[in-house]
């Protein structure tokens, strides 16, 4: 188990896309693709002056379980059903690209995904591999990077509200760029012109009982000149059985990206939780239309 201070061995974030509907058919890496990569090594706050000490505490409450939780993840096999949507032209045609089903495995805080299928058949081809927009980071890396103190996160109360009949508090949140570690990268090079440290911002929803989170959401703040226009992620966390015992762990996920007029969009469904096993078997059904 992996303690706050080891937190760079965590995996990171990764968002990556494809400029144009040609490259995502195509399905393999050329230089012609565009990539997001959304890497987040350490996280956000202390506490801002604008909480009330009742707000503050609460918060400080917040930060622990976070730290907590991504600490004590166990090892796990789960199952991972991502649906594809693009409007290429921005104008609200939406269109599914596909439906891709993974098999991801968490085993000493890193995350491993292998695509199983692709519209429910088989297929041999990598996930990193299989083109579009494709997210990771959603076991521990971003929930840990908003509440790791080296971030100096600014935090503001934004009430109660009921999330899932459940009494939460929203705090909104605010990491600048100088204690960004939030890379925004275009194309193949992480480095030059065309991969840039950026601040972000977003919410995170607070369960009043158990001060755990329930809902993270993240936005990037992209500079004007740069060719990704915007990012932005929301997580669900849920309670799910591993190995006999209950953990809170992602339910589903939300990215949007942006790149000119394309828009696309990923709409995800963990299920299936289980604890690791070497000889472990899932068996993919067929995910339900939505």
């Given amino acids: 188990m992996k303690c706050a201070a080891d937190y760079r061995g965590f995996p990171a974030d990764v968002t990556i896309t494809f400029e144009t509907t040609s490259d995502w058919l195509n399905a393999m890496p050329s230089h012609a693709h565009l990539a997001l990569l959304a890497l987040l090594a350490a996280g956000v706050p202390t506490v801002a002056q604008q909480l009330e000490p009742e707000q503050a505490s609460l918060l400080e409450q917040a930060r622990e379980a976070a730290i907590r939780y991504s600490a004590s993840l166990p090892d796990f096999l789960c199952t991972e059903v991502m649906r594809r949507t693009q409007d290429p032209q921005g104008n609200g ?82 990491i600048a760029r100088e204690d960004s570690i939030f890379q925004i990268q275009y194309g193949p090079i992480s480095s030059g012109p065309n991969a840039i440290v950026v601040p972000y911002h977003g919410e995170v929803f607070v369960d009043d009982e158990t001060h755990m989170v329930l809902r993270l959401t993240q936005q990037a703040e992209i500079p004007e000149n740069f060719p990704i226009n915007a990012n932005e992620s929301t997580i669900d966390y849920e309670f799910a059985a591993v190995g006999g015992k209950q953990y809170l762990l992602p339910s589903h996920a939300y990215v949007r990206t942006k790149s000119g007029k394309y828009v696309a969009e990923n709409n995800v469904e963990f299920r299936q939780y289980r604890k690791f096993q070497s000889e472990a078997t899932i068996t993919f059904d067929a995910p339900p239309d939505k």
């Fill in 93 to 174: 045609r939406w269109r599914s690209m596909d439906t891709l089903t993974v098999k991801l495995s968490y085993f000493d805080h890193k995350e491993d995904y292998k695509l199983m299928q692709i519209d429910g058949k088989p297929t041999l081809l990598e996930f990193l591999y299989v083109g579009g927009t494709l997210s990771t980071g959603e076991f521990g890396t971003r929930l840990y990077s908003v509440f790791d103190p080296r971030s100096q996160g600014d935090f503001r109360w934004k009430g109660w509200t009921t999330l899932r009949k459940r009494r939460v508090a929203r705090f909104s949140y605010r």
